[in-house]
């Protein structure tokens, strides 16, 4: 006769549950945690590079994008074959529509590969005064300008990529895949926050899952344009609920690399 020692089984049942929830806990990694994202989003969506705000506030495209394409660096075939992947990708993640137009005219986004000797003036041409945005033409590598209307709808954006320096300074992929998800609302870059293409210091060339949840939660219907950041914060547990209910953020690693350049690329 097999006799059954019931305290001895909940003892082992709860050591091994509470060894199993252990394991669960140490798998997520930090920048899967609430207040990590919540973090992230604030310094990377709220803030801005070169320009500080006292009062900012959401900013994203509530509207079709329209890239025209411009090169004058050689090898063009190549240079929008890889935006072309990178916007699919963007479009993917954010259920924006995102194509390429022939016209100037009916293009939002101009999206333009030149040599860093030209640059002062694409910039004339196509943002306006080059001394206005003299310490980013200074300091950066390639450089994404964008307008808003007053109700902080993105309306126009330009991108400009100086395909030789940019390729000296190992930072060609960088350009194309940082610049455009910038102008689609997330305009900071952050050394705080990692993994991540908005930080200076990684060596991240591609999106990282990180970036995916920010782009997810910057196009949740929960937020729209114009919120301060005290909306943002009340708002954003409601957020974060949603895409937990979708595991957005728990397969991130996996769904962010759907369609991705990365692995456009084979890497």
């Known amino acids: ?23 669960i806990a140490a798998a997520q990694e930090r920048w899967q945690t609430d207040d990590y994202i919540t973090e992230s989003f604030l310094k990377i969506a709220l803030q801005r590079e070169y320009k500080e705000t006292l009062y900012p506030k959401l900013i994203r495209w509530e509207k079709p994008i329209k890239l025209y394409f411009e090169s004058d660096a050689g090898d063009a075939a190549f240079q929008k074959e890889l935006l072309s992947v990178h916007a699919q990708h963007l479009a993917y993640i954010t259920g924006l529509s995102i194509d390429f137009t ?3 005219q009916n293009a939002n986004i101009f999206v333009v590969f030149t040599q860093y000797a030209k640059m002062e003036d694409k910039v004339r041409q196509y943002i306006g005064d080059p001394n206005k945005i003299r310490k980013a033409l200074q300091e950066a590598v390639c450089l994404g300008n964008f307008s808003i209307d007053k109700r902080k709808r993105i309306q126009r954006g330009t991108i400009l990529i100086p395909v030789d320096y940019a390729r000296q300074k190992a930072r060609f992929l960088d350009c194309i895949v940082e610049e455009i998800t910038q102008l689609l609302g997330l305009p900071n870059d952050s050394n705080d926050v990692f993994p991540s293409i908005f930080n200076d210091v990684s060596i991240d060339s591609y ?5 995916y949840i920010l782009l997810k939660a910057l196009y949740s219907p929960r937020f729209t344009p114009g919120m301060d950041v ?6 954003m547990p409601t957020v974060l609920a949603d895409l937990h209910s979708q595991r957005e953020i728990e397969d991130a690693i996996e769904r962010s690399q759907r369609y991705s350049l990365k692995r456009y690329l084979g890497e």
């Open 207 to 211: 999106l990282s899952p990180l970036d």
């Open 1 to 23: 006769m097999i006799q059954f020692n019931f305290k001895s089984w909940c003892i082992t049942c709860l050591a091994f549950l509470i060894c199993g929830y252990s394991n």
């Open 230 to 235: 005290a909306q943002v914060v009340a708002r």
């Open 102 to 104: 022939d016209s100037p």
